[in-house]
């Protein structure tokens, strides 16, 4: 379980003044529960992200994950319990190690480090295994640069090394953005079936409002660094996209029609 309680992020944007990122936010996420997140640009939808996995501390607030206060932990220390997909595929991969030397990075993902041999036989195994029901035959080039992959195989591999430890919690950071249609259809099948097999409690922050909709049991909408909007059971089953359409209208106004929310 994920508890936010008054969280609360601001940044200096020059002459004294501050902006305000994620405002007061109160949040819990149940275990196992797959949230979806949308607003518009500048929402605080990335920030309140950082702020769990502890790229951000809040100025105010706590965060507690399963029982534990980690407020204050440094992003390092959280790692080894929270898993993060970036929407840019380079990033969550060393493009110049090996795909067996990512898998053994991650598997090793806030542990202390040792002298120990990073890549051993029966790692190789367990990478197979995990890696064969992709269809995309990365089992069978274990010992390829990641660099050399494409976008949909990098980003499944993002997928698979973020969750291969079962995390406490996944955060997907519009992780399908950057593909096209057809790969990023087979990346959010993928995270589907990983979510539902291993019951990962999730936060996937999604600019389509279809996916935002159709995939996980809740959804929740941020303007201005606040949740405005909270939506599971058979109220989220009824809304439509148009639907939500018409709340970003209601809290944003005209300027919705800029938003690249339309185009998706």
């Not at 200096?12 to 305000?20: A, D, E, Q, T």
């Not at 994950?65 to 898993?83: K, M, N, P, Q």
Request: net charge positive; aromatic share 4%.
């Amino acid at each position: 379980m994920l508890v936010l309680e008054k969280v609360t992020k601001t940044f200096p944007v020059g002459g004294g003044s501050v902006k305000v990122a994620v405002n007061r936010v109160d949040l819990t996420i149940e275990k196992g529960q797959f949230v979806t997140v949308i607003g518009s640009n500048g929402a605080g939808k990335s920030t309140l992200l950082n702020l769990i996995a502890g790229r951000y501390l809040p100025d105010r607030g706590r965060i507690v994950l399963d029982g534990v206060d980690i407020t204050r932990w440094s992003e390092h220390r959280r790692a080894r319990f929270i898993g993060r997909v970036f929407q840019d595929p380079l990033q969550g991969t060393a493009a110049s190690m090996t795909i067996e030397e990512n898998l053994s990075m991650a598997e090793r993902r806030g542990q202390r480090r040792t002298l120990a041999r990073g890549v051993t036989r029966s790692g190789r195994s367990r990478y197979r295994e995990l890696l064969a029901p992709l269809g995309l035959g990365l089992e069978s080039r274990l010992q390829s640069e990641v660099g050399l992959l494409s976008g949909g195989q990098r980003q499944s591999l993002s997928l698979i090394m973020a969750t291969m430890t079962r995390p406490s919690l996944l955060l997907l950071d519009e992780h399908t953005a950057a593909l096209d249609p057809k790969t990023a259809k087979q990346v959010l099948d993928l995270t589907t079936r990983i979510v539902g097999e291993y019951g990962l409690t999730t936060l996937m922050v999604t600019h389509n409002l279809e996916h935002a909709l159709r995939i996980g049991d809740r959804t929740i909408m941020m303007h201005e660094g606040g949740v405005v909007l909270d939506l599971s059971g058979p109220e989220r089953t009824r809304m439509t996209v148009q639907d939500l359409l018409q709340e970003f209208t209601r809290v944003r106004g005209a300027d919705l029609l800029d938003d690249r929310l339309l185009l998706t």
